[in-house]
Structures are given as C-alpha cells and as structure tokens.
C-alpha cells in the first residue's frame, strides 16, 4: 500500500465526466442538501442531519480524519461544473496489515439514476488499484439497496457473503449487511484496465 500517493497530499482524481476532489466551505449548500435528505441514508449507517451549522462543522471533520490518515472523503463533481457538488464517496478502514480498505458512497437525490455513482466508484477503484497500490477494496451494504448493489456489480465487485445482525448502525440498529469485495487481480483480468 503507497499511503503516501493516498495522504501525502489530497488527491484529486478525473474521469471524462467527473471529478473527486476536496469538500469546502464553498460546497456548503450542496452537502446540506444531501445530508439533510432523509432518502439519501434509508440503507446507510449514517443519521441525516437536519442543521445546517452541523453540516458545515462536517467539512472541518473531513480534514481531520485526512490528516489523521484514517478517512479520505472525495467530493464528486461534474467536470463541465466544477464548483457543483453531486455526491460523496470515500475510502475509510485503511488496514495496512493486509492492504484493504472499505468504500461507500452516496449522491444528492436529485442526481440518482445518471452512472454518477457507477462512474464515480470505477474512477476510485482505478486509483487505489494503480496508484494508493490497495490490495482489496470492500463495500458493505443492506441487502434492501438494489441500486447500490448495482453500482458495485458494475464495477466488477463480487458479493462475498451475508453477515447477519452483525453491526450496529446509526439510526437503523443492530443490520444485516451483504459484503462485496474486489481484489487487484480481479480488476487485472478486466478488458482495457492496464496491467497493474
């Protein structure tokens, strides 16, 4: 694992339609938008969050667990729109000792059903395969959230298994939670991925 190419610096990373980069105070309205939608967390582990200045203390969170090298979140943007902030998607869990790491991700409601978030993850899961040089990269997921499970399918990750009643989440309880795993050498035998 090259911690260093993931928290030397923050890393901003492109696809043809996107961007990740860093969350600021410029974003605010948007990230409200988000995480005061109750829609946008029905399957994750994650209490929406109704006050605006709680939601703006969050970015000043989102910096600290960067620099504490424990949590990378990435907005995602429009490149034709940069300034415009679609969604979050993060890298958390970091575990050096075998070379993984757990994903999640989530979009404003009004831009589901778009690829954002297909897109989003194949642009992240390129750069921690290529460049942080992870190993195995794993999403959890309630077994209700279709359209999540699709986002992973189509970026080639394989449901691993059914942990059940196995973790307390925020606002939800004690969950089910399917597990979903790539490794290096599956995006390796994938068509046009380049030899990593």
Not at 128 to 136: G, K
Request: glycine share 8%; charged share 30%.
């Amino acid at each position: 694992m090259n911690f260093e190419a993931a928290f030397g610096r923050f890393p901003v990373i492109a696809s043809d339609r996107l961007v990740l980069g860093k969350i600021g105070e410029e974003h605010l309205e948007e990230l409200f938008e988000i995480y005061d939608n109750d829609n946008v967390f029905t399957y994750c582990g994650i209490i929406p969050k109704h006050n605006k200045n709680t939601v703006k203390s969050m970015i000043g969170h989102f910096e600290r667990d960067f620099l504490k090298k424990s949590r990378i979140k990435w907005g995602i943007f429009a490149v034709e729109d940069p300034g415009k902030l679609l969604g979050i998607i993060e890298a958390f869990d970091w575990n050096q000792k075998v070379n993984s790491l757990s994903v999640g991700y989530f979009l404003a409601e009004r831009h589901y059903g778009k690829g954002i978030a297909t897109e989003a993850l194949q642009t992240l899961t390129r750069f921690l395969f290529e460049v942080a040089l992870v190993n195995r990269i794993q999403a959890e997921v309630m077994p209700p959230n279709e359209a999540s499970k699709r986002v992973l399918a189509k970026n080639g990750f394989r449901k691993e298994g059914l942990l059940r009643q196995a973790t307390l989440w925020s606002g939800k309880g004690v969950v089910d939670l399917e597990i979903y795993g790539k490794l290096k050498e599956d995006a390796a035998k994938e068509p046009g991925w380049a030899k990593i």
